[in-house]
């Protein structure tokens, strides 16, 4: 079977596959979801919670022991050179437990909260972010992680001590002709009695190449005694018939060992399989609740970096007889960072710690904060490379040969390109989070949108949204961000105002479940086809998200005595700045060029535009598009090599 020749999938299966997938019910309330539904649940969010004091010694003590090996052990310069992190580094990770960070300490692991989890990412990503990559890749989303939450008791006590201290795991879902589009999943796992024969090609397989432990989505074919579908399984790498065919190489996140990964007739035990057969989407979705969270701690962390270079350097860099950073041209971007990288960490620190309480259920919000944190991340890492000008384009090892400070900021730029791709595209958490956003209006009203709903069942669902929409849409009318007082408790004396910015927030969530409402009543079955409109939607909740965030942390720092005034400084300019995006995606909701896009679009795909193309050389080498996925035994060497040993 050739990638082109991939069973065809409708957009109708396409969209019950991953509908199926999703967690149907909301068992605990959700700041996000209230907030698309136009409600502002403040008291879900402040005062902000807090981490037990064990938990803060605990974590505290690993951030010491992982800081001094960050800066005795590990050579960031190497491991961008050689495009490898080496393998003395590798066995430092595991000799302080960096494996096992999130695993219970009953099985060798440190234990850590998901905001220490986070914390130490981030302080290991400021170093090496390929380092990050490695150490996420195994415990967001490779073994420990769905174990942990859906695993049996047998395999608990057999995977989570190696993955606690020496054996590296990754998450294999995507292949070479299946990307964010699951019911395309050509890999399959045939029942053999107490085994599944599993035979397909995996793409993209991060820590693939040094992993020791898999977890492998395949698709189980229905039979008599099995359910069948999209199946979750523990592979060892030392199977036979397993081969790692390739090492990627990428323009950024030099030291990733990502691969392609070929099975040929591996006998994986029924016994590690992971929940029932065709929960698998499901597993890696929850999964993904949490697991999203550390690639945004990453982001933090660079805007945290960013900020201390862009402080360094424009005080030092003189034109025109003063300091860069006193030009306003520079000085904006300066303020741009600062305030960004406090709304990152406020953003990713009230996440983290709202999946510690287990209080709400923060699917949106970890969606939100892994759209949000890449996409502002990317940005602050540009505006930084603007700010050092020829020096940003430069590389750290050529600024060292000709004697100056060796700062890579064009390799930041580089690492942090793929975050707007990793874990779900930018475009993919957008229909994401859209889809969860819009959930109360299709739990209600999506039969009368249904062409495959009878009469009666649309009878049915008009009488069901007519009650939910009396109740729901006179509180979209005023609200508290119309009273001149409210959040009084946001201006402390000596302070910057914040309430002002809450009062923004409730009134724009009100006016954001509104227009939903009206793109809805508009467009109805067409809806999700506008694609451009539902993004700007999802845009606008991330910066109330945001400005939501960044005012419960301030006024969190407030009472702490830690730095409040700088920290009300900071979230009132961010809260201005956000207000501005918010308002520019308000007015782009109803004013935007999106279909004479389309119409473009069409024309380019037709050729009519291809004349524009002449006068160019196209350099691309020769090859398909897409490799060839068809199974079966391995054409190349297996490139696997366990790290650090």
């Known amino acids: 079977m050739t990638a082109s020749s991939v069973r065809p999938v409708s957009e109708r299966e396409a969209r019950r596959v991953a509908e199926a997938a999703r967690e149907q019910v909301w068992h605990k309330p959700s700041f996000a979801k209230e907030l698309f539904l136009g409600r502002f649940r403040l008291d879900l969010i402040h005062p902000h919670p807090a981490s037990a004091p064990d938990d803060v010694r605990r974590g505290e003590k690993f951030l010491e022991k992982l800081r001094e090996f960050c800066e005795t052990s590990i050579d960031s310069a190497r491991i961008e050179r050689e495009a490898m992190i080496p393998d003395e580094t590798v066995q430092g990770l595991k000799e302080i ?28 990503s400021s170093v090496s972010p390929a380092i990050g990559a490695l150490l996420s890749a195994h415990q967001s989303i490779g073994v420990p992680q769905p174990l942990k939450l859906f695993g049996t008791q047998e395999q608990k006590d057999a995977f989570l001590p190696r993955c606690a201290r020496t054996d590296i795991s990754a998450f294999l879902l995507t292949e070479p002709d299946v990307g964010s589009d699951p019911a395309r999943l050509a890999t399959t796992a045939v029942p053999d009695g107490d085994h599944y024969i599993l035979d397909g090609v995996k793409l ?78 499901k597993i890696a979705l929850t999964t993904l609740n949490t697991g999203r969270l550390s690639l945004p701690a990453m982001c933090a962390g660079s805007g945290k970096w960013c900020l201390k270079i862009a402080r360094e350097w424009s005080a030092a860099r003189e034109q025109w007889g003063k300091p860069i950073a006193r030009h306003e041209a520079v000085g904006t ?37 892994k759209l949000y944190g890449s996409e502002m991340a990317w940005l602050m890492a540009d505006e930084l490379v603007q700010i ?39 475009e993919i958490m957008h229909l994401l989070i859209a889809r969860e956003a819009v959930d109360a209006h299709l739990s209600v009203a999506g039969d009368l949108i249904d062409p495959d709903k009878s009469l009666s069942d649309k009878g049915r669902a008009a009488a069901k949204a007519g009650g939910f929409y009396a109740r729901w849409l006179p509180g979209l009318i005023t609200g508290a961000g119309q009273l001149p007082r409210a959040y009084a408790e946001f201006h402390p004396p000596r302070h910057r105002d914040l309430s002002p910015h809450l009062r923004y927030v409730e009134r724009s969530a009100r006016k954001l479940a509104r227009s939903t409402f009206y793109a809805m009543s508009r467009w109805q079955g ?85 004349w524009l193309e002449e006068g160019v050389l196209d350099p691309s080498g020769d090859g398909p598009w897409i490799a060839d996925a068809t199974p079966g035994p391995p054409t190349k060497d297996n490139v696997h090599r366990r790290a650090g040993t």
């Open 388 to 426: 050092r000008g020829g020096r940003g384009f430069e590389t750290a090892a050529s600024l060292a040969a000709r004697g100056e400070r060796a700062v890579p900021a064009e390799q930041m730029l580089r690492d942090l390109r793929i975050n707007r791709i990793f874990e779900g595209s930018t």
């Open 526 to 610: 067409r809806m999700e086809t506008k694609q451009g409109f539902l993004g700007r939607i999802v845009d606008i909740g991330a910066e109330l998200f945001a400005m939501s965030a960044a005012c419960v942390r301030a006024e969190m720092l407030r009472t702490t005595g830690d730095h409040g005034v700088e920290a009300y400084q900071l979230a009132d300019v961010f809260c201005r700045q956000a207000r501005i995006r918010a308002e520019e995606l308000f007015a782009r909701l109803w004013t935007n060029t999106d279909e004479l896009d389309r119409k473009v679009v069409s024309g380019v795909l037709a050729g009519s535009y291809s």
């Open 333 to 369: 971007k300066i303020s741009f960072i600062a305030a960004t990288t406090f709304a990152l960490e406020a953003v990713i620190d009230l996440a983290s710690q709202m999946a510690d309480e287990d209080r709400n259920d923060i699917r949106i919000e970890a969606a939100l904060a």
């Open 204 to 281: 993209w397989t991060t820590n693939g190449v040094v992993a020791d432990l898999l977890v492998v989505m395949a698709r189980v074919p229905a039979s008599e005694g099995h359910k069948g579908g999209i199946t979750a399984f523990v592979v060892e790498t030392a199977s036979a018939g397993v081969t790692v065919e390739n090492r990627n190489a990428f323009m950024g996140l030099r030291g990733l060992e990502n691969g392609v990964t070929r099975f040929h007739r591996v006998r994986v035990p029924a016994a590690h399989r992971i929940g029932p057969e065709g929960a698998g989407l």
């Open 97 to 124: 437990g960096a494996l096992g960070m999130k695993i219970d300490p009953k099985y060798g692991g440190a234990g850590l909260t998901q905001v220490y989890y986070n914390k130490a990412l981030a302080l290991v």
